[in-house]
């Protein structure tokens, strides 16, 4: 078989793709670069910098979903166009899917575990920083083989939930469908461990004084998505392994011959599927109780309550997974159990809304660029809340299922809950990250444009879904009745596409302009992270601080009022550091070649790449790997340089 | 830095547990623990999966049939005894006699080789019997399960040996004894796995 493609726009990404490539070789090598992206980037265990690599990833991912989407928009902006022919529409519905979810939510949100949680409850790392790395290189690679799909063999196209038997070798013969299934085993195995990872470092790394019930609710929020991590990733690890061995093995899991049920696999997959969409959910809750209480300068309305839903969320995340498929045809009390379970969600939800805007009430309220996303998610997510519990009816799901009702829905909820968390997230921890602020003004068009755009794509879709239009469709006829609201939409796509730009048009103008952040606490903040100078000095606290009780900094400030920042230079004691490690990226690499080679069903390469990984896991295993100390010394002058002394 | 006998001894009592207990050794501990739990989810996921797919034969041969519970009380006789003499090694390991515990950790890794040596003997006389991955559904599920502990216990004895030639090399300190602690616990809970692949599969497979 030819690798080289022979259609005109794959033809022009792969292109576009070699061309970006050389140019990056080409930047690295004029300024001597190599070494530096080795050993600052590649190697590195720093939680910080780990954190801000899977940032980049997924601002890129963000933007490959979003052309995916503004293709299919385009699509469906007019009955019977041509732009796309029936095989693209599908591939491009199933990249768009998978990579929004697995390689743009997924990796924000490990952007801002990374980033906030050792410095939220006062530690220096995370518990296991080599395995960190070895999560982000992991995820990385995954991501990587599933984007060069599209040039390589073609795109899977049997969508994002990838069900047999449609998805099998009988009727997905080419190797999309494997592309699929081992990039989210790759990035999949990676997900487990940041979810065991930073699980250990809350519970075991926490600053002395600093008990569960004072920590941030950030953090809460990251203990329990961790936690749902841990239970749900496995069946998601175990569906794509056996339909990965009956495709090519030739075993019968989910065939339609020889004994296989394809229903196996939607149990399997919704097990993990519906948890994943709590994963991601629930630190944006967590970045939204942080933005709610710094910007109305409150304590947090309801701590107790917060952790009690959180919680309640993550158990009852279990319990809910068939109504992805109540028309399967369970018995009406399978169908009930779940259709009351679903329900059921809404309460605790519901519990942190009001929480919410207690918070709010009677506080000094900032219209901050983080408090603007927290106070247009409130509205959209109570209203894709609700249009969730009508989804949740189980007879009336029976019309709704696989509609453009059941569309708008979840993207109401992943962009007004997800998106825009983890957007006032970015916002709202970016001066830590880099030092400097965001200008509001560019943001400030971005956030309305991108809302405006949000609620003019997504409201006709409710509608469009009610007249009948079934998702994956790739074209309809005109006399539906669709043409007007499917107009709109496309509208809708490309102002929130304008919204995404003047984000990124952001960026770049404030990394000349942005006011720089001498202060490391441009907000007035509440938690230990604001205790910090920005950029946070890689072993991030000098003297790990003593908590007294909930909102650690904002107590510390009130207690010695400019004196909080300050450290007596003659207390400075040696720190232990880990090393940095070139292993986490190399074993990745064996992952991403063990990957390739079985994509295309070539055992060889598979093998080279397996013993790869056996051989990087051995090396590591007889590694004496103890870290290094960082002199006093050297500690002053990094702290002075910061005014910290 | 090794320890002598009586050194690993003392520094036990001072400390008031374990050497493998120091902070770093309770926080690789407590993560093994949460591993631990994501393999059980995954056991579980194919534990399902065979149960619902355990009556598919398609007029294929039917497991119950295929079972010879011989060479399968054989494998449990073997495994389970694995665990009580991994269990040796880290009662000797806390004693200090680093010669004790690698001697019991041979002994282990023998007793799992065994096992897998059986398991594969079955597989094989299977599959000469037309009992294939690719019969049937029930059997796609049937060797799945049953391999992925096999392959667990194959690991296991690969990460042993490893666990060996650090402690020839460093001897008992620290983080060898982490290591060998983690080790155990991984062998025990492939032990536990077992007791459920042969009540679930084998006992109720000859019964059903």
Known sequence: MSLWPTEPMVQASLVAIILVSIGIIFTLTYFKKWGWLWREWITTVDHKKIGIMYLICALLMLFRGGVDALLMRIQLAFPDLQFLDAQHYNEIFTTHGTIMILFMAMPFLFAMFNIVVPLQIGARDVAFPYLNAVSFWLFFFGALLFNISFVLGGAPDAGWVNYPPLSELTFSPGPGIDYYLLSLQISGIGSIATGINFLVTILKMRAPGMSMMRMPMFS???????????????????????????????????????GGNPMMYMNLFWIWGHPEVYIVILPAYGVFSEVVSTFSKKRLFGYKSMVASLLLISVASYLVWVHHFFTMGSSAGVNSFFAVASMAIAIPTGVKVFNWLFTMFRGRIRLSLPMLWMLAFIPTFALGGATGVMLAVAPADYQFHNSYFLIAHFHQVLIGGVVYGMLAGLYYWWPKMFGFQLVEKLGKWAFWLFNIGFYVCFMPQYALGLMGMTRRMYEYPSGMG????????????????????????????????????????????????????????????????????????????????????????????????????????????AFFVAGFGLVFHQFALAAVGGIGIGICLFLRSLEQDEGYMLSPKEIRRIESAQGRL | MALAQHEVVRAQTEANRPLEYDEDGQRHILGFWLFLATDLVLFACLFATYQVLVTHTDGGPVLSELFELGGVTAETILLLTSSFTGGLAIYEMRRGNLRGLIGWLVFTVMLGLAFIGIEVYEFVTFVGEGATMQRSAALSAFFTLVGTHGLHVS????????????????????????????????????????????????????LG
């Open chain 1, 482 to 589: 669709w043409n007007g609201l499917n107009q709109v939409s496309t509208v809708g796509a490309f102002i929130m596409g304008i919204g995404f730009l003047l984000i990124v048009a952001q960026i770049l103008y404030s990394i000349r302009h942005g006011k720089r952040d001498t202060t490391g606490d441009p907000w007035n903040g509440r938690t230990l992270e604001w205790s910090l100078p920005s950029p946070v000095p890689h072993y991030n606290f000098v003297r790990i601080p003593e908590v007294k009780g909930r909102d650690a900094w904002w107590m510390m400030k009130q207690e010695k009022g400019d004196e909080a920042t300050s450290t007596p230079s003659s207390s400075i004691q040696p720190i232990h550091m880990p090393n940095s490690s070139g292993l986490p990226f190399l074993m990745s690499l």
């Open chain 1, 220 to 258: 809460w929020s990251v203990l329990a998505s961790c936690i749902v991590i841990i239970f749900a990733f496995p069946a998601l690890t175990a569906a794509l392994a056996l339909l990965s061995l009956d495709r090519i093995v030739g075993t019968h899991f989910f065939t339609m011959l020889h």
């Open chain 2, 155 to 206: 690991f296991g004895i690969l990460w042993m040996i490893s666990v060996i030639v650090q402690l020839l090399r460093f001897g008992i300190q620290p983080v060898t004894a982490r290591k060998a602690f983690i080790a155990g616990l991984y062998w025990h809970f492939l032990d536990v796995v077992w007791v459920f692949v042969f009540s679930a599969v084998y006992l109720m497979g000859v």
